[in-house]
């Protein structure tokens, strides 16, 4: 087995291998049998057969050889047998084309099929009847049916015998197709009378070792003289003829004359080839010598044809000559196209250039109608481009775009050159896969929402919505609350957003009197890596709601004093009294305000401007009108539901202020009486139970003082030091003190500790004495008694106490 190895390598604009190797292998090896080893040769890793998909492609899609990437070898798949696959074409020859992917790699593979003998030469028929004539002439020619070897080279057909020799012998006559012509020739006259009928055998010699033979009889009838042999006119005749011809053209008309008459003079003709299948394609008629066309001719398969044609009279003689026929190409095969390698979805972002598909093409066409281009769409972003000889690829051109094209629909078309010119096409489906390059989209460019005040907390206000060109993960928009500040507080203390939905809620309840409107910024932004965002502007406006009450500027409600408008009697119709103004923090129609009259002292005296709150007279003033009138005026909004107040107006008809003033007393009382009845009432009740709490103190404390005291005196075991204020007699008895005399007791919870202390302003006389002492005690007790007489002539000038939380308590009095 040989094997012959051309690699070439080169790395293109397209970025893939390419290589060629040649194996040259016997037929008929059995299954399993090695062809070589296709990774050693190409200086590939074996793993590498494996991660590149390694395949096989054929051009006939018959697989006789198999590619085992574990061992990295070719395999005899199935029996190849020479003979079936190539006929008499030498050299016979496998072409193979490996592919491999990730990246891609293409390598051609040969491999030459060699002939063995496996084939003996063959006749087709068993034997073959002459019918010659004795005066037949020493050197006439007899053609013999020549023998079919399947084999080719040395293996083929080498060499004729004829066995007996005794009047004939072979020739063999070399022809312009390599075959040989071999003829049988009279070297001694025949003799009818002794010998009728000869009976030889012809015998074919392969060159093969061992060697192989076939075998044909050779029947001859010797007839009665006949010395004219048929000549055709031509020994060549010639004729050209498409292969898209149709059953039955003609292709040439041979024609043989022989001089004899009678039946030895009618000729007639016959197709001799036996080798070829020219008999299935072409027929002759006996007697015209026409030859037609009776099979389908095929350029692609065979371009040229030669007839043997002989002719033959009744007598045995026979000449022979070659009708030699040209089929000439018509473009009748499309272009075929195999997918050999395809990417199903790329990256948008993939870069100008990258091979998405290789294609082989073939056309069996010849010259202009086997030439093949292939194109696409050119509004496509791809470009074919020419790889090799048949083999085309598919690149990207142009920049990629999911959000514009998500999906190409590529439709190849090839066509030759052939006139007319024939085409096929392959559309090849290309995924075109999400990258994160578009930022989300508001749906405005800002949003401005209404909410009416004192909402719920939590209320929903509005939806924001932003939509982002990419897709899945890339296109899941959040949003988000961008922190700002409104009247210096953070915004997220008036609104959220849902980071899902967009949904902006209040945080709480908004006052219209407080805020009309505020902005914010919320951003949107994708789940790309790294993602992308956006942000609008939305506007909240506050819209008012009829929350407030009127409030009346003018008159002046006070608790104290009335203040009354007053009308002259000499007044007439019309005469503008006073104008109610009042006033709505709302806005809109909630602080449109209306006047109404509600109660009056005289209906028919006064009316109220229903717009702006005028107080006139309806009627002139007359003698008999009260000096004092009350009015009661409705002030009303116009919000729903409406708000109202009320506010009184006195009016005084005089004509001057001392009229006035005698009512006055009277409008004062009323007020006085009608507005406070219920804060003297509480005031009173506040007043009394004060009084009895402090009444109910100071008696509970002095009778803790009074008997602490005694305490005191009696059981202390301490000098005493009295303190006697000036001008005081100490002669006992007198039952008087001064006027200006105070005295200070201080007690606290432990009575051993009291002290008691007598001063003046002026110089006082101490004495300090024996506590034995009888005249001593007597004296202070004296003094004390006197203290404690609730009739005591003593002055109390005030009386002040308090209770600390020690129950220390001192009392003076003056």
């Not at 390598?9 to 016997?26: E, K, N, R």
């Not at 062809?35 to 899609?61: C, F, H, M, P």
């Not at 101490?766 to 004296?779: A, H, K, Y």
Request: include cysteine; hydrophobic fraction near 35%; glycine fraction near 6%.
């Amino acid at each position: 087995m040989r094997r012959q190895v051309s690699l070439f390598f080169f790395v293109s604009s397209l970025g893939f291998v390419v290589g060629q190797v040649s194996y040259s292998i016997p037929e008929e090896m059995t299954k399993g049998s090695l062809v070589g080893n296709i990774a050693q040769d190409l200086g590939l890793d074996v793993k590498r057969l494996k991660s590149g998909k390694a395949r096989i492609y054929t051009e006939d899609n018959v697989e006789y050889v198999d590619l085992n990437k574990d061992r990295g070898v070719l395999l005899v798949k199935q029996r190849i047998d020479r003979e079936a696959l190539c006929a008499q074409t030498t050299p016979c020859a496998l072409h193979l084309q490996i592919t491999l992917e990730e990246p891609i790699e293409f390598y051609t593979v040969t491999v030459e099929i060699n002939d063995i003998n496996d084939n003996a030469p063959s006749f087709k028929k068993e034997e073959m009847k002459f019918k010659i004539s004795e005066s037949a002439a020493v050197g006439a020619k007899f053609v013999l049916e020549r023998a079919m070897d399947l084999d080719v080279g040395v293996n083929g057909l080498q060499g004729y015998s004829l066995n007996p020799t005794d009047n004939f012998h072979l020739k063999l006559q070399n022809q312009q197709d390599g075959s040989k012509k071999v003829e049988m020739v009279l070297q001694k006259s025949l003799d009818r009378e002794a010998q009728g009928h000869l009976s030889l055998t012809l015998t074919a010699t392969d060159g093969g070792d061992p060697q192989l033979s076939g075998t044909m009889r050779v029947e001859i009838s010797v007839l009665d003289a006949n010395d004219n042999a048929p000549v055709f006119t031509q020994e060549i005749y010639k004729a050209a003829v498409a292969e898209t011809a149709p059953k039955g053209a003609i292709m040439s008309t041979v024609s043989a004359v022989d001089a004899d008459h009678g039946s030895n003079g009618k000729v007639s003709y016959s197709i001799t080839n036996t080798l070829d299948d020219v008999p299935l394609l072409f027929s002759i008629d006996e007697e015209k010598g026409v030859v037609v066309l009776i099979g389908t001719l095929d350029y692609e398969k065979a371009q040229h044809y030669e007839i043997h044609v002989q002719a033959s009279d009744d007598g045995g003689l026979t000449d022979s000559c070659k009708v030699i026929v040209d089929v000439t190409d018509t473009n009748d095969n499309k272009p075929s196209i195999n997918i050999m390698s395809k990417t199903n979805a790329i990256l948008e972002n993939t870069q100008q250039g990258t091979v998405v598909s290789i294609f082989n093409v073939q056309d069996p066409d010849s010259a202009e109608n086997g030439k093949v281009s292939c194109n696409i769409d050119q509004r496509l972003p791809f470009l074919m481009k020419t790889t090799t000889k048949k083999f085309f690829s598919l690149v990207t051109d142009g920049d990629l775009d999911r959000e514009r094209s998500s999906e190409y629909n590529i439709t190849v078309t090839c066509s030759d050159e052939g006139v007319p010119s024939l085409s096929s096409s392959v559309t090849l489906t290309l995924q075109i896969s999400d990258v994160n390059d578009n930022a989300p989209v508001f749906d405005k460019s800002s949003y401005e929402a209404y909410i009416v005040e004192n909402n719920t907390p939590g209320l929903s206000i509005f939806t924001v919505k932003a939509t982002d060109a990419d897709w899945n993960q890339n296109a899941r928009v959040s949003y988000i609350l961008e922190d700002s500040a409104v009247n210096g507080v953070s915004v997220s203390s008036y609104v959220s957003v849902s980071a899902d939905s967009g949904v902006i809620h209040a945080v709480r309840s908004l006052d219209y009197e407080q805020i009309k409107d505020f902005q914010f910024r919320i951003k949107a932004q994708d789940g790309g890596s790294p993602p992308l965002s956006s942000n609008v502007t939305v506007k909240i406006v506050i819209q008012d709601q009829n929350d407030n009450v009127p409030q009346v500027l003018y008159p002046v409600q006070t608790g104290g004093s009335v203040v009354a408008e007053m009308v002259p009697r000499s007044a007439d119709v019309g005469y503008l009294v006073t104008k109610v103004v009042a006033v709505d923090v709302d806005s809109g129609q909630n602080a449109w305000l209306s006047y109404k009259l509600q109660k009056a002292t005289d209906r028919a005296l006064f009316e109220v401007g229903l717009q702006n709150g005028e107080i006139r007279t309806i009627r002139q003033v007359t003698d008999k009108d009260a000096v004092k009138q009350r009015l009661t005026v409705f002030v009303e909004d116009n919000g729903q539901p409406p708000r109202s107040a009320t506010v009184i107006v006195n009016v005084a008809v005089a004509d001057s202020y001392p009229e006035v003033l005698s009512e006055f007393t009277d409008f004062t009382h009323d007020k006085e009486y009608n507005d406070n009845l219920t804060f003297y009432l509480v005031l009173a009740l506040a007043v009394v139970s004060f009084l009895f709490i402090t009444c109910l103190v100071v008696i509970i404390s002095v009778k803790i003082y009074r008997w602490r005291q005694s305490r005191i005196l009696y059981h202390s075991s301490l000098p005493v030091i009295p303190y006697y204020p000036p001008r005081y007699s100490d002669t006992l008895g007198t039952r008087t003190l001064p006027h200006m005399y105070n005295y200070e007791v201080c007690r606290t919870t432990d009575s051993r500790k009291s002290d008691c202390k007598f001063s003046t302003a002026g110089s006082q006389n101490v004495l300090i004495m024996d506590p034995s002492s009888t005249g001593t005690m007597q004296r202070i007790q004296s003094e004390k008694n006197i203290l404690d007489e609730p009739d005591s002539p003593l002055e109390v000038g005030y009386f002040n106490y308090f209770i600390p939380k020690s129950y220390a308590a001192c009392h003076k009095y003056f």
